[in-house]
């Protein structure tokens, strides 16, 4: 079945420390995003990616960065510079930018501070 | 503030009675995208609005997005346990899938 992946499910960070958290997708989307959740707030868009090897900053990108060196792939990861990464953190991808497509999301990392 | 004001932001309910929830924008909407996320999962979509006046069905969920294109309601007919979770509106703003979400509706389903 095609579908987003996004692992881990859990995942603690240290103090100082750098963590990447994997998503992919097997829907032959050209389009990924990562979102932060908070709670009582709507997602907000940290990365986005319209075709491999291009990505541009949402609304909330600094502490984080990305990578799409394959289509199915755009891990993120969180650096020492984000000082308050406890979040759910969502994945999703669309056929395309600009074509109207909804966004389909994978189950989430939980990310929280040790 | 929110661009896309949800309201309530959580409704409980009994069993089979029916009920609606908001999304209001300030802005035209290009495309009005409504979601069901349960707790610490992803979002499950449901319904695509993009025309003023449309109206759009799946089982007991109907989604509508008025005329102007700045509000959309969902209405869900005889509420069961299984509709309980959050539905969050998203809204695509440019025409370029340049998307933003309201804060969502905590929506509890009681037997």
């Known amino acids: 079945d095609g579908g987003i992946t996004q692992s881990p499910k859990y995942l603690f960070r240290k103090e100082g420390q750098n963590v990447t958290l994997s998503c992919e997708q097997n829907l032959n989307h050209d389009a990924m995003y990562w979102y932060r959740q908070d709670p009582g707030q709507g997602l907000r868009l940290i990365y986005y990616?319209?075709?491999?090897?291009?990505?541009q900053k949402g609304d909330i990108a600094e502490g984080y960065s990305v990578s799409r060196e394959k289509k199915e792939s755009f891990p993120l990861t969180v650096t020492s510079a984000q000082k308050n990464p406890t979040a759910f953190y969502l994945c999703a991808s669309s056929m395309g930018w600009g074509s109207n497509q909804p966004q389909h999301f994978g189950d989430g990392t939980r990310l929280s501070i040790l | 503030s929110q661009e896309l004001e949800q309201s309530p932001q959580s409704l409980i309910v009994q069993e089979g009675k029916n009920l609606t929830i908001n999304c209001t924008s300030s802005?035209?909407?290009?495309?009005l995208y409504w979601y069901k996320q349960k707790y610490g999962e992803g979002l499950i979509f449901l319904m695509m609005?993009?025309?003023?006046?449309e109206e759009k069905s799946h089982e007991k969920i109907t989604a509508k997005l008025d005329e102007k294109k700045q509000q959309s309601s969902l209405h869900i007919t005889a509420s069961q346990p299984s509709h309980a979770g959050i539905y969050l509106c998203?809204?695509?703003?440019?025409?370029?899938?340049?998307?933003?979400f309201g804060a969502g509706t905590r929506l509890t389903v009681k037997p």
């Open positions: 802005k035209t909407l290009y495309g």
């Open positions: 998203g809204a695509d703003r440019y025409n370029n899938n340049d998307m933003r």
């Open positions: 990616s319209q075709i491999v090897n291009d990505f």
């Open positions: 609005l993009q025309k003023g006046g």
